[in-house]
């Protein structure tokens, strides 16, 4: 017997996006395989990793945690959704400048994490920094250049304000 399909509706990256899926489908997989949105990335679906974090009415959350249908109508913000047309955000650039990843499979996660933890502290000192990106794990850096990416994203927010 085959579950039934419920149709779901969330506002993704500021567009209403709707597709039907089964009452267990986890966010991160309703973004990827229902709605074409493979930025999101899965690794350990455990909510450990922090791969898979996007952003929901703006807090981080682990979409691999989440069922889709307990999100219906909400924001949600992928790392798709980050960038303004071609112009990266701030959070997007410092990364790049700050050579912040390596393989890129966290990359999204962290992006999504630090723009929310800018959010809420936008001139955070070193200390603030790791803890803001303690929640996620990256096996190719060291740490220090995407702790470098959050205090040069902060600078770059604090330059456009």
Same mark, same amino acid.
């Given at each position: 017997?085959? !579950? #039934?399909?419920? !149709?779901?509706?969330?506002?993704?990256?500021?567009?209403?996006?709707? &597709?039907?899926? &089964?009452?267990?489908?986890?966010?991160?997989?309703? *973004?990827?395989?229902?709605?074409?949105?493979?930025?999101?990335?899965?690794?350990?679906?455990?909510?450990?990793?922090? /791969?898979?974090?996007? *952003?929901?009415?703006?807090? #981080?959350?682990?979409?691999?945690?989440?069922?889709?249908?307990?999100?219906?109508?909400?924001?949600?913000? +992928?790392?798709?959704?980050?960038?303004?047309? !071609?112009?990266?955000?701030?959070?997007?650039?410092?990364?790049?400048?700050?050579?912040?990843?390596?393989?890129?499979?966290?990359?999204?996660?962290?992006?999504? +994490?630090?723009? /929310?933890?800018?959010?809420?502290? #936008?001139?955070?000192?070193? &200390?603030?920094?790791?803890?803001?990106?303690?929640?996620?794990?990256?096996?190719?850096?060291?740490?220090?250049?995407?702790?470098?990416?959050? *205090?040069? &994203? /902060?600078?770059?927010?604090? !330059?456009?304000?």
């Amino acid at each position: 017997m085959t !579950e #039934p399909l419920h !149709e779901i509706t969330l506002s993704v990256n500021g567009v209403a996006r709707t &597709a039907r899926a &089964a009452a267990r489908r986890t966010l991160s997989d309703f *973004l990827r395989h229902d709605l074409g949105l493979s930025g999101t990335h899965v690794g350990c679906e455990h909510g450990v990793c922090g /791969a898979c974090t996007v *952003l929901l009415d703006g807090e #981080p959350v682990r979409s691999c945690l989440i069922f889709a249908i307990s999100v219906a109508g909400q924001r949600v913000t +992928t790392v798709e959704g980050l960038a303004d047309g !071609e112009r990266l955000s701030p959070v997007q650039r410092a990364f790049g400048e700050c050579h912040a990843l390596q393989c890129g499979f966290c990359t999204p996660g962290f992006l999504t +994490t630090v723009t /929310a933890g800018l959010a809420e502290n #936008p001139a955070p000192n070193r &200390a603030d920094a790791v803890a803001m990106i303690a929640g996620n794990l990256c096996r190719c850096t060291g740490y220090h250049n995407i702790v470098d990416a959050v *205090l040069r &994203a /902060a600078e770059l927010g604090r !330059e456009g304000s």
